[in-house]
Structure formats: C-alpha cells, structure tokens
C-alpha cells in the first residue's frame, strides 16, 4: 500500500512539473519577439543610456560621500535645526 501511494505521488509530481513546463513553453515568446523587445529596451538607445550612466554615477558618488560622512544623512536637511 505504501509503494502504491509513493508511485502515485512520484506520478503526480512528475506530472504537475511537466504541466508547469508545458504551460511555460506556451507562454514564453518565440525568438522574433525577444528581438523585438530587446530593441525597444531603454538600454538600446545611446542618449538614454548616457543618462542613466550619469544618474548611476552621481548615486555611486552620494553614497561615498554618505559612507565617509559621520552625520546621519538619512534624516535631510529638513530635521537640522
């Protein structure tokens, strides 16, 4: 009985993960659509990747200045008094 309950659970599980994987190759997008998409993507555009360079660079050079800073910054300049 026990052998029989563990097959049947074996065969349950086997089966929910050959569903899931079945239900992803359905719907996943073929190749021309992940070309498609990774054109679009913000990355692809030179102007908007040299603002995000900037904006990451300008963040990166807060937080040094925050790391060597024994001040808490987390509070602003609006709770200084």
Known sequence: ???MRTLLASI???????M???MW????PG??????IL????????VRMEET???NALMLQVLKDA?????????????QK
């Open 53 to 55: 360079r900037k904006r």
């Open 31 to 36: 190749e021309e659509r992940k070309r498609e």
């Open 20 to 22: 899931g994987y079945g």
């Open 67 to 79: 790391a060597e800073t024994n001040d808490n910054v987390a509070r602003g300049f609006g709770g």
């Open 12 to 18: 349950g599980v086997v089966g929910l993960v050959a």
């Open 39 to 46: 054109k679009n993507l913000p990355e692809a555009n030179p």
């Open 25 to 28: 190759a359905v719907i996943s």
């Open 1 to 3: 009985m026990s052998r």
